[in-house]
């Protein structure tokens, strides 16, 4: 008797630790885990100690598995493996994280296809790297979505300071067509010029 109390309470406890560690591996995030990552993230384009901090947190906040990653946490992530290309010093390894980048980006926006700001991450990654690497019809396909979800001026997932950084970076990308200029231009006239 003696011994299945222990084991019951060896199974309780079991079974506590097990549910404390996938809720804490999976935790849901905020509005201010998500600002310290997009921080983090624009700062990793030149400083490769604040993309390890980026790539700590992600892991730290949520999980192992990628599967498990909210969309845009997802993209992030991708990011974070475009940004490692970026730093790598052998080609090989740059090809191998950009590679891994646009798989996880397309996850990301497979499974929201409509988020501005998913798409924009791709977009800019695209936006600078050459056209040989066969990602053409990802990058026109992200502006074209971002053009739209800007026009929208919908704000309840993404502030209007946030929209008016993407507005400012596609428009000096020169990748617009005069038809998309003239849109955001319109539905944004401070950018209009002058």
Not at 18 to 26: I, L
Not at 129 to 139: C, H, M, T
Request: net charge positive.
């Amino acid at each position: 008797m003696i011994r299945t109390k222990n084991y019951m309470f060896f199974l309780v406890i079991l079974l506590l630790v097990t549910f404390k560690n996938g809720f804490a591996q999976n935790k849901p995030f905020n509005d201010v885990t998500l600002e310290i990552i997009r921080n983090l993230y624009y700062s990793s384009v030149d400083d490769e100690n604040d993309l390890n901090k980026l790539d700590s947190l992600i892991i730290k906040n949520f999980s192992d598995t990628l599967s498990q990653y909210p969309p845009i946490i997802l993209a992030y992530y991708g990011g974070v493996e475009a940004l490692r290309a970026k730093h790598a010093f052998w080609p090989f390894n740059k090809l191998s994280h950009f590679n891994s980048s646009m798989d996880i980006l397309k996850t990301a926006v497979n499974e929201e296809p409509g988020n501005l700001e998913i798409r924009f991450i791709r977009f800019s990654i695209l936006d600078n790297v050459p056209g040989i690497l066969g990602y053409s019809n990802e990058r026109e396909r992200d502006k074209d979505e971002i053009v739209f979800l800007l026009c929208r001026k919908d704000y309840s997932k993404l502030s209007e300071k946030i929209q008016n950084g993407i507005v400012q970076y596609i428009l000096s990308s020169g990748r617009l067509s005069a038809k998309q200029i003239n849109l955001l231009t319109k539905s944004f006239p401070e950018y209009s010029r002058k």
